[in-house]
């Protein structure tokens, strides 16, 4: 008894550990209680779950980056101003001749005024750069790759929530099956009281009763505690207050109905339709871009410009004298740039991004080879699960049934309490190893359809 017991207690750690390693409402609410089936708790947390918030966030920086980039080519306006107080003017020396002096003499000058104030207007247009359009081209990527970043997340944090309702779910199982047997054993205990009473039985009959019952009395405490903490989690986990209510509808019975499908079992996915192929192709469009975009840094870029600018010169800081002149001066120009030399560098970065390219495409070919042979192993997986589900649930089923009668037979004094712990132990060994199946089949087809992009 106590071994079954102490089995019992390992799973549900076991199915704990499982859940931390890894869009609808329900229709009706009492009390402020949100009710979810697994369906729903799962359309839920694809809205509101942190992380699935996060990459959401992720997709409108990335739109607004496409933008960003974009405007580099559009027309630049900046304006400017500035003032200068030359406390002490340079000195300049000129030739004393220039003003009828002695040759070989010199007079110190000082040129320009004390107070300088400027105002200058600049556009410019960007022409032609190579890198402005590979850039461009390349922030439009970048936003395909933040939607397939979103959709992958989405898809995790279904596969999560839906592991952490099903542990929900084979822990309420299992305590509902704990304290039918805790019911039992007390029923048989106070039976065993009076028949040591009347003389039928000894003693350590009783006491062995005594002592099972209080180790299964103490592992419902540990699995109460344990499915409080799996609730806490799935709040977590939904993106709701830890201090909502919630409900869920569908016990272990209504999903172990739904543990097979046939879908799954068909035929592996195309690659091209799982999620992870498709974040590696846009990788490879990144990289190719980033090749083309070194490429285009060895051509010219040209751009125009205008410049105004007014220019006011005083001895008094007196910018907003009117009887005192701006002076205004424009100009247009053009500027080509042309890399002629750089040590290498550019060609070392335009080698760089080939490597980085044939690293991506190596990667690609190998999902597209071990794809198939990864849907074999979770499509194994899978039915071997369902065939212990299948051999376990008659197992706990004969268990039982044994057990029931046991139970009759020690009423009547026929068998003895050790008879009856054996049974019972028993009967508990069947029902942790049909739990056990089931989380194992539950588990296997989340991945499957997380392959599938079907969850």
Do not use: C
Not at 61 to 69: D, G, H, P, S, Y
Not at 96 to 104: L, R, Y
Not at 172 to 195: F, M, R
């Amino acid at each position: 008894m106590r071994q079954t017991i102490l089995a019992t207690y390992r799973f549900s750690l076991i199915v704990i550990m499982a859940v931390v390693l890894q869009v609808d409402l329900a229709a009706g609410q009492t009390d402020s209680t949100l009710v979810f089936t697994l369906r729903q708790a799962m359309d839920y947390a694809s809205e509101n779950n942190i992380n699935v918030r996060n990459a959401q966030i992720d997709v409108a920086i990335a739109n607004k980056q496409v933008w960003e980039t974009t405007t580099i080519g559009l027309p630049q306006a900046n304006l400017s101003s500035n003032y200068n107080n030359n406390l002490s003017l340079a000195t300049q020396l000129l030739p004393a001749i220039i003003f009828g002096g002695e040759e070989g003499e010199f007079v110190e000058v000082q040129f320009g005024t004390q107070h300088n104030f400027t105002g200058t207007l600049t556009v410019s247009q960007l022409v032609f750069d190579g890198t402005y359009f590979v850039g461009l081209q390349a922030a439009k990527v970048y936003k395909q790759l933040s939607g397939n970043q979103l959709v992958k997340t989405k898809l995790e944090t279904r596969a999560t929530v839906a592991t952490t309702y099903q542990a929900i779910a084979l822990a309420e199982s299992n305590l509902e099956t704990l304290k039918k047997n805790v019911s039992t054993l007390e029923a048989t205990l106070n039976e065993s009281k009076q028949l040591y009473k009347n003389g039928f039985i000894e003693k350590t009959e009783v006491t062995k009763l005594e002592v099972s019952l209080n180790s299964l009395r103490n592992n419902i405490s540990s699995i109460v505690r344990q499915a409080e903490y799996l609730r806490h989690l799935l709040k977590i986990q939904l993106g709701v207050n830890p201090e909502q209510k919630i409900k869920l509808s569908e016990d272990l019975t209504a999903l172990s109905g739904e543990i097979e499908s046939k879908n799954l079992l068909s035929s592996a996915p195309e690659p091209a339709n799982t999620i992870d192929y498709r974040m590696l192709q846009t990788q490879k469009e990144i990289s190719q871009l980033e090749l083309k975009k070194e490429k285009a840094s060895v051509l010219p870029s040209l751009s125009v410009f205008y410049n105004y600018q007014y220019n006011a010169m005083r001895n008094e800081f007196n910018p907003f004298d009117s009887n005192e002149k701006w002076f205004k001066s424009s100009m247009l120009g053009v500027q080509l740039n042309v890399p002629l030399f750089a040590s290498g560098q550019r060609a070392s970065r335009i080698e760089q991004g080939k490597l980085k390219l044939q690293k991506t495409e190596n990667n690609l070919r190998f999902m597209e080879q071990t794809l198939p042979a990864q849907w074999l192993q979770l499509r194994s997986n899978y039915l071997t699960a369902l065939e212990k589900v299948k051999n376990s649930q008659s197992n706990r089923e004969l268990a039982q049934e044994v057990l029931d009668q046991t139970v009759i037979k020690h009423q009547k004094g026929v068998a003895s309490s050790m008879e009856l712990n054996q049974a019972n132990q028993a009967y508990l060994d069947a029902h942790a190893q049909y739990t056990q199946a089931l989380a194992q089949v539950l588990n296997a087809k989340i991945e499957l359809e997380k392959l599938n992009n079907t969850l």
